[in-house]
């Protein structure tokens, strides 16, 4: 594991990102419950604190300690969404794992888990073996492998994209309405002269 300077290494939550996704009808459902209008606020703003909310969803559900690090977005939506990068202190993640292996159907679920998102396929070759057991000890483990690890901690503990964004809407209303845009925002079509 790496990073240990950071409070453990930089993990990617179970999200499916902001564009287009029941998180992005939330925001459109908190702006109107608000009675903001799109164009009203500020929507880095209402995204960082939306993020910050969901990972604190996900840590009482997983019952994972986990520190907010950062929203990555995609510069273009067709390659990638947004992720929800937290970092877990690598010794939680190393109970997690260690719970994990102890259980024979978790273990077995968890394998199941790492052939079917890393097993080849048409446009795809993965980068890591599809079989756990090539991956070795937790402690050599990238983020990439380690967030599998949490996908599978969310997939077992019953958490659920959708139900995570009902239960987290009133603190989306907040956050819109307590994130007008500025006043003295200029939108940048606007700067530009009309044509003749």
Known sequence: MRDQDQGGPELRLPFTGF????????FDAAAEASGMGPDEVDWPVVR?????????????????????SRISSPEFY???????LVRIDEARIAELH???MAD?????????????????RAGFAPYFS?????????????????????DH?????????????DS???????????????AAYIAPEATEDPSP
């Open 48 to 68: 960082l604190g939306y993020a910050q909310a969901y990972m604190r969803e996900v840590a009482r559900l997983t019952g994972l300690e986990m520190r907010f």
């Open 19 to 26: 564009y287009q996704s029941v998180h992005e009808n939330t």
């Open 104 to 120: 024979p159907a978790q273990a077995a679920s968890l394998r199941d888990r790492v052939r079917e998102e890393l097993s080849p």
């Open 130 to 150: 599809a079989d756990l057991d090539d991956w070795g000890p937790i402690g050599g483990w990238e983020p990439a492998q380690l967030s599998l690890l949490l």
């Open 98 to 100: 260690a719970g994990i």
């Open 78 to 84: 067709n390659f990638g969404a947004d992720e929800i």
């Open 168 to 182: 987290i809407f009133d603190r989306a209303v907040e956050l819109v309405a307590g994130a007008p845009r500025s």
């Open 153 to 165: 901690a969310f997939a077992r503990a019953g958490a659920d994209e959708e139900e995570i964004a």
